[in-house]
């Protein structure tokens, strides 16, 4: 047994600095680059929330006008990355498509391992445009559509929506869509980000960096808590089976998905935000079963769990506002990727300047030494 101090889960490390994002676990607060969430998610957009984090600042109304007109002269896909796309097996999952779309960028990139401060800042723009346009191709593809072309005319959460469904879409969706990306951009060094900083402190290349990223995000520990969510709604089947379905998951030792974090130990800032607009959207457009599932989770698994620091975390309403804007629950990961680019870019960007060394924790040695090697035959 060791009697040096482990962190398990590395909770609580701290192995850096950063001024992207604060979050006050007990009191349920969150601030990217200093600015309440619940301000950047009511007047924000995605491309002011994205420079903020990529740039430590709010931009200035030119900075904004630049900063929008370079993403969207990167939206477009190598024609030779849609012609792979299209024979992705049907059945894949989006995340698995995504990571595989982003690999091959890296290898479509003939400057893929320049990691000089204005390559890696081009090449964050790039991902940060791209991600929303190979999610609504693979989303086209999967649905037997051809993909459609990103319109300049759009802005980044109105042209990801009119790619994905082929309709312009109204204020309203553009804004939920907003405000759906606004809250998933950042949030410190969560497991997806700690990921892809790690990969990137190796001097790696950042495609190959953000690749594993998202294959950290795909866990249902992680971001793919939001399609186990939607699961869960369908597992449970109605509000008047909530207490059968909760005893069984008590029992059991179960989890209920969309609730617990590692640092929230009060309600996530943005399950409220979020909350919000699932109830909206339920009552006016018919998603009233899955968001009266969820509040009566809400309440019966609260007040067991509540007590031990266990609420809904972002993804537990989010899932109702994505059904809603016409996404089947294997995009709901991928949406949550299309937002998280912008903070893994931002962090990597971040490492870079202040630290740079290659991340290499260290585990205590409980195995033997000094064994006798003993030869195969005489085994
Ligand atoms: C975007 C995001 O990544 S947000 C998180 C998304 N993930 C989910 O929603 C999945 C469900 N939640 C969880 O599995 C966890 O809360 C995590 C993984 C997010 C965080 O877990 P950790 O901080 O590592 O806590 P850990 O796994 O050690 O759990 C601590 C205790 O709380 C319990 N617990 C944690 N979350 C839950 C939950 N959702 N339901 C029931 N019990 C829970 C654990 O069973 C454990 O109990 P024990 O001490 O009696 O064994
Ligand atoms: O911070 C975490 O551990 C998980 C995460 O990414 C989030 O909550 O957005």
Redesign the pocket.
Known sequence: MSTQTIAR?L?GVLFTESAMCFIDGQAGRLYYGGYKIQDLAEHSTFEEVSFLLLHGHLPSKLELQGFSEKLVSLRTLPPVLLESMRRYPKDAHPMSALRTAVSELGMLDADEDNVGPEALYEKSLSLIAKFATIVAANKRLREGLDPIAPRADLSHAANFLYMSTGKEPSAEETKLMDVALIL?AE?GF??STFTAVAAYSTQTDIYSAITAGVSSLKG????G?NE??MKMIGEIGSVENVSSWLENLVAS??????????VYKAYDPRAGVLEKYASIVAEKHGHSKEYAILKEVERQ?GAI?NP?G?YP????YSGVVYKDLGYDLEYFTPI?AVARISGWTGHILEYTKLDNRLLRPDAAYIGQLDLPYVPLEQR
């Open positions: 889960g909770e998933q949030h969560n497991a249902p520990r992680h971001g808590a186990a969510v030792k179960g989890r209920v998905m969309g609730m617990g974090h590692r698994a769990y031990k266990i975390n972002v993804d537990f949550f």
